[in-house]
């Protein structure tokens, strides 16, 4: 019997295309998840204060793979949505899928405390996404 772990996703885009990125993303997520919630999409500033701002959401669902396939399929999403290195050096983020809670731990502890992952998750909490851990 396969084992579902729990995860929890904060999914951020700064382009002009950032609300077709964000919910492609969040349907590619509840399509891949099991028993997923999803936080409302709102936007935010830039982390930096220069970039654009932001469409952020988050989502929280049980991940059947392993943590690094799981990064893996997050990271491949990404590059096959417009992510690239250069345009992430310039500040230039179509789609970003950042795993930040793995299994109840929290893996990306920056990213837990900033206000673009806090406003999802709070909404989450808010609704019981979390009440079966």
């Known amino acids: 019997m396969e084992t579902a772990i729990p995860c929890t996703i904060g999914l951020g885009s700064n382009t002009d295309d950032r609300e077709?990125?964000?919910?492609?993303?969040?349907?590619?997520?509840?399509?891949?998840?099991?028993?997923?919630?999803a936080s409302s999409v709102y936007e935010s500033e830039a982390f930096n204060g220069k970039d654009k701002p932001y469409l952020n959401a988050v989502v929280h669902g049980y991940s059947s793979s392993n943590y690094d396939d799981t990064i893996k399929a997050l990271k491949k999403w990404e590059a096959?949505?417009?992510?690239?290195?250069?345009?992430?050096?310039?500040?230039?983020?179509?789609?970003?899928?950042?795993?930040?809670?793995?299994?109840?731990?929290?893996?990306?502890?920056?990213?837990?405390?900033?206000?673009?992952?806090?406003?999802?998750?709070?909404?989450?909490?808010a609704k019981g996404a979390f009440q079966s851990e």
Request: hydrophobic share 35%; glycine share 6%.
């Open 20 to 37: 077709y990125q964000i919910t492609q993303a969040i349907e590619f997520l509840l399509g891949t998840l099991t028993k997923c919630s």
């Open 80 to 125: 096959d949505h417009g992510r690239t290195q250069i345009d992430t050096f310039e500040g230039i983020i179509p789609i970003d899928l950042d795993l930040v809670i793995w299994d109840s731990r929290i893996m990306r502890p920056k990213d837990f405390e900033r206000h673009y992952f806090n406003q999802g998750y709070r909404e989450l909490l």
